[in-house]
Structures are given as C-alpha cells and as structure tokens.
C-alpha cells in the first residue's frame, strides 16, 4: 500500500508493474520541446500522457492541477514542481493551485489561518521567485476551505464512495478521524472541477505528482468514470517523477532539517549544507580511481541531475569521469557548492520581490 501522508520508500519499478503507470519514455519523441526532467528519466512514468501530447499539439485547452500542502518550509525538491508548472504555463495550460489547508488540518492539524500564512510565505512566494506568472486569468490558486465549487462537488462525488474503497486504497481504519477520511474527495474535486462547465470543460487534465500521490489520482480516475454520464468528465492524466534524495542519503523532508536545503536559506546556508550531503564515492581515494564512483548513489550528483545544470553534456561529462574515477567527490562538491550559491544569490533576490506580491495572488470563488 503506498500512504500519501507517510511513505518514507519507493519501488519505482514495482509501482510501474502492479499499479498499471506506463514508462514515460516511450513519449519523449511525441514531445516537441520535453522539459528536462522528461528528458533525463526524473519523470519516469505516466497515465494517458497522450491526450495532453495532443492537446499541446493541437493547441487545445487543457488544465494542470498541482496542489501543495502547507505544512512546513519548501525545500529544493518542491522546485520540480513548479519547473513543471512553468513548462506547462509556457504550453497554454490552465493552472489550477489548491493550497490544501483542509488537509493540513485533518492530517497535520495545523489550523486554517496558520496553513493561510505559510502559504503566502513560503508556498506562493517561491513560485513567483521561480518563475511562474500568476499575472494572467489562465492560473488560479485558492484555499481549500475557502472554494465553495470544490466542496459542493466533493460532497455530491462522495455519493457514489464508500468506507470500504477508502480504507483499501488509503488504509484508514476505525480510528481515523473523519475529516481525514474526507479529504481525499476534496483532492479528487480539485482535480476535476476544471472539467466543469463554467470553467469551460470537460478538457483534458493532467496531475503532475510523486509516486506516493498515486492513491488520489487512482480514486479520481475511477471517480470521474463512475460520474461519466453527469458531468462528462475525461479521465485526469498523470505523471510521475522520482523523489529526491535528502541531503543525507533518505528522503529530503521539511520535517527533517538535516536533510534539506530549504528555498528560504540563504546562498551560504545552501553551499555549507551541499558540502555536507552524501557522495557515491569509495572508502578511499584510491580505490575510487579504481573502481570509480557510483553516481547513482550520490545526494550531489541528484542534485546536478535535477537542478544546478542545464547542460545535458556537462551532466554526462561529470557522470562519466565519475564512473572513470577521474573525477573524486571534493571536486564534484565544490563544483555543486558554486552553483547552488551561485542559485540562491539570484534566488533569494527574487524570493525579496515575491513576497510584496503574493498575498494578492489568491482567489475565491
């Protein structure tokens, strides 16, 4: 069973296999200009990508719907998220943002105003500073609790689902609180009221997540099936993209400090921590000349892979002489350390401008 709220390890390979997500590769030629992430594995699987392939193709209307959860501080592997979200911006997407602050409550218990705060701070914030423009009617971001379209269709979706599908798909039990076990249906109407016909639907929707998210996105898909005849509703597409590495080798939590480097550090913060994170290297410097380096096992070169360098050649270059054990882990880390120094010097500028703007970016409706 895979726990949206605590899953600490995944099988990539076994998610693929037993829950029917198909290898995203296999699209990579359709794509015209694939976003980075498609093109260097971290997306590595999806559900009817096909329809949104075609939608871009044809410059048909479609949504992306990307929730983020105000619980703690956004660290650098949120970032992904929202370089997706600017790819998509860049495609003629619709963008919907629920801030999931009914879900922080029943899962966090973090209250409604506290879960209001962090989300201007730290949520909206750094996706101004990253790049994405709310300054168009194409993107919309709300409060759960504050979106009466949301929560009158969860009520009327929750009709056609019953305890014993929640606890199998979620493993919720006798214990569970109820607001908990609602707001999974919460979840499912923000994926699919764009579908709704005052948002000019039905159109194709694409969820892009982790793999831990998967639970939701199987009860959407079988939700919006189920209502087919009331609202003709497609079935939401979605993507999948591996979770990043914690700085200390785990996975990179905001509840866990030593394992992040959060997008509020500063450029000093970041390049001490980066010196810190744990290497593919060997016991000794000779015998990683030796047998050279493990890249895939290394926090520094996940972190080159997914943010610090946009030259897939370079990326190669540094993988490759890795393996060869002519590049060693000191090197490789201060190469890592300038450019996530050189990173958050620009960044915590644009973070400074971003935080006059975000409270004027939720809407209600």
């Known amino acids: 069973m895979i726990d949206p709220w605590s899953s600490t390890s995944l099988d990539y390979e076994k998610l693929v296999q037993k829950f029917g997500i198909k290898p995203f590769k296999d699209l990579l030629d359709e794509l015209e200009a694939p976003h980075p992430l498609m093109r260097r594995g971290i997306i590595f699987g999806h559900r009817d990508y096909g329809r949104i392939i075609k939608a871009i193709r044809e410059k048909q209307d479609y949504a992306v719907v990307s929730g983020m959860m105000p619980s703690g501080k956004m660290h650098i592997g949120h970032k992904m998220i929202v370089d997706q979200l600017v790819w998509y911006q860049k495609n003629n997407a619709h963008i919907y943002i629920p801030i999931a602050d009914m ?122 099936d189920r209502f087919k005849s009331t609202y003709n509703f497609i079935s939401p597409s979605s993507t999948y993209h591996r979770l990043m590495a914690g700085l200390t080798g785990g996975k990179m939590s905001s509840s866990q400090p030593k394992t992040a480097i959060f997008l509020s550090d500063t450029p000093e913060e970041a ?73 958050f010097q620009d960044f915590s500028k644009k973070r400074e401008k971003a935080k006059k703007m975000a409270d004027k970016v939720l809407v209600e409706y």
């Open 103 to 224: 879900e922080s409550y029943s899962a966090r218990g973090l209250d409604f105003e506290s879960s209001r705060q962090l989300a201007l701070s730290e949520y909206i914030t750094n996706y101004l500073a990253l790049g994405l423009d709310f300054n168009t009617p194409k993107i919309k971001v709300y409060l759960q609790s504050k979106n009466h379209t949301v929560s009158d269709l969860a009520y009327k979706l929750a009709k056609k689902v019953n305890f014993n599908e929640m606890k199998a798909i979620y493993g919720f039990n006798g214990s569970s609180n109820l607001a908990h076990l609602y707001v999974p249906l919460i979840q499912v109407a923000d994926i699919l009221h764009p579908q709704l016909e005052e948002f000019d639907g039905p159109k194709p929707t694409v969820v892009p997540v982790g793999p831990d998210q998967d639970p939701h996105i199987r009860l959407t898909r079988d939700i919006a």
């Open 271 to 343: 390049e001490r921590k980066i010196k810190t994170g744990k290497t593919g290297g060997r016991e000794s410097l000779k015998d990683q000349a030796e047998r050279g380096g493990v890249p895939e096992d290394c926090v520094i070169y996940e972190m080159l892979l997914y943010h610090l360098l946009d030259s897939d050649e370079k990326l190669q270059k540094i993988k490759r002489e890795c393996k060869q054990g002519t590049l060693m882990c000191g090197e490789c880390k201060n190469i890592s350390a300038e450019l996530v120094r050189d990173f």
